[in-house]
């Protein structure tokens, strides 16, 4: 292999199995070569050589792929791990990003200058792939998906070019960037706008038995169209100290004093077995659930986008796939509100898909022992399919082992009908399918 920067591993290297583990501890794949990429010049010397020797191509940012996508069996691993820097403009509120960066990295580097922009809620996810599938987090009700924020790509390409994609350049690639995940190149820099945010945040949960769950979730549901943008409305099942038990709740980001109103709302929707509420700063809140989403666990999700929360829909949440909400190691699984900013870009804007979406959910099962592998995974599939009725699509970056399906979920006809000749334009021996695949029409 020609002059890489970073470093290659190979099995028995030192570092290789470090560099090979990915988020789910169920990912236990050995690539023949990783390439640790410290430059451009690396990430195009990699492509080169793997299809050289007809190597099969993972593409790793944050190693959070649900499934592991980052990871080839026997063939060429891109880590990006090294490509981490961020540097940021406070003047002109724009921050650039490489490809390997983790969401913290960039909050760290924003927030100094009171600045951020939407990152998801675990700050060691990758901003490659949570920005390249959309990008859910606290302040997507205010400003957009990560992706909605996202002036420019640096991509490097299947054929090893480098190549720009913004409004002006590349437009339709810039389209299908946004959203259409890992299909058309490797980014190597993202250009992000930022937004002045406050420090100061809000945390609300308020915990609810079975028995006044439904009731709970009705009216919180009912807060939806009114509540401010500054708030994300949130719910989870699952257990507390061994009980099954439901929350309600929100994240507000911004004066705490703020959110009063929404809180006395909440507090009137029934009596809660507890509550908690904190106002960690919004670095802290970045952080907030880093550990209990921490690595080395064995996972395993599945995820649905909700445009409405049928009372039916409340109920298939409250049970989590089993008869009566109690069982032995059901999947816990949440409720994140989306709309505001989300659903004034209109949907043909970008790749990324129901913007229409009132809730996403998503079931999520942990667990460490191997031999539970078999009924962890059935029972979220169960829950999973307890919610289908209600679905009205599916969020790329949640997906798991759905396959075709899974994509046809993500993206609806028309957006594949735009994908698809974009992937036969930049990708069309499908050298990038290690991901959720936008197959190319031509022969491949
Ligand atoms: P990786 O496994 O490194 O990458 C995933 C795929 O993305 C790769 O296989 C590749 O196809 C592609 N990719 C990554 N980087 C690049 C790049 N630079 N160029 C080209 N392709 C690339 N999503 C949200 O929207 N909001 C959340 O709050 C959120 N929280 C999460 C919390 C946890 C604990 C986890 C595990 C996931 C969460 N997700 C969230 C989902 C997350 O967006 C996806 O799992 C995403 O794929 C993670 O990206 P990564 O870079 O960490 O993963």
Not at 134 to 159: H, K, P
Not at 174 to 186: A, E, I, K
Not at 367 to 389: K, M, N, Q, V
């Amino acid at each position: 292999m020609e002059h890489i920067d970073g470093g290659v591993l190979t099995p028995g290297d030192e570092g290789y199995d470090g560099a090979r583990a990915v988020w789910n501890a169920m990912v236990d794949r050995k690539p023949r070569l990783i390439v640790q990429c410290a430059s451009r010049d690396d990430v195009v010397a990699a492509i080169r050589h793997a299809r050289e020797n007809d190597l099969e191509i993972g593409v790793r940012s944050g190693g959070h792929s649900i499934i592991g996508h980052a990871v080839p069996d026997d063939g060429l691993m891109i880590d990006l791990t090294p490509l981490n820097r961020v540097r940021v403009d406070p003047q002109r509120r724009r921050a650039w990003v490489q490809g390997g960066a983790l969401l913290g990295e960039l909050d760290r580097a924003s927030q100094p200058h009171g600045l951020a922009t939407t990152a998801g809620n675990v700050s060691h996810t990758g901003v490659g792939g949570l920005t390249l599938g959309g990008g859910m987090g606290w302040l997507a009700r205010q400003y957009g998906l990560t992706c909605d924020n996202v002036i420019s790509f640096e991509v490097v390409t299947a054929d090893g070019r480098t190549v720009r994609a913004d409004a002006e350049e590349n437009p339709e690639l810039y389209w299908g960037l946004r959203g259409g995940g890992g299909n058309f190149g490797v980014v190597t820099e993202f250009e992000f706008r930022l937004h002045p945010v406050a420090q100061q945040t809000l945390v609300a949960d308020l915990w609810f038995t079975l028995d006044d769950a439904a009731g709970v979730l009705r009216g919180w549901r009912d807060l939806a169209p009114t509540v401010s943008r500054a708030a994300t409305l949130t719910a989870w099942v699952g257990e507390v100290d061994g009980e099954p038990r439901v929350s309600a709740g929100f994240v507000w980001i911004g004066p705490p004093e703020g959110a009063g109103e929404l809180l006395a709302e909440l507090r009137s929707l029934g009596t809660p077995v507890a509550e908690r509420t904190s106002e960690p700063s919004y670095l802290e809140l970045q952080r907030m659930d880093d550990d209990i989403e921490g690595h080395a666990y064995r996972r395993y999700w599945k995820g649905h986008f909700l445009r409405d929360l049928s009372d039916a829909a409340i109920e298939a949440f409250i049970l989590r796939g089993s008869q009566d909400g109690h069982g032995k190691a059901l999947p816990y699984a949440s409720l994140q509100a989306y709309g505001g900013a989300i659903a004034d870009i209109p949907d043909e804007a970008t790749a990324f898909s129901h913007r229409d979406a009132l809730v996403e959910f998503v079931a999520a099962a942990k667990w460490t022992d191997s031999a539970e592998d078999e009924s962890r995974i059935a029972a979220a599939r169960l829950f999973g399919t307890s919610l289908a009725p209600y679905s009205s699509g599916a969020y790329v970056n949640a997906l798991t082992d759905e396959g075709r399906t899974g994509v046809q979920r993500a993206y609806p006809p028309e957006k594949l009908a735009r994908l698809i000749p974009l992937k036969n334009t930049w990708d069309p021996d499908n050298v990038f399918h290690l991901n959720h695949n936008i197959p190319p029409s031509g022969p491949a």
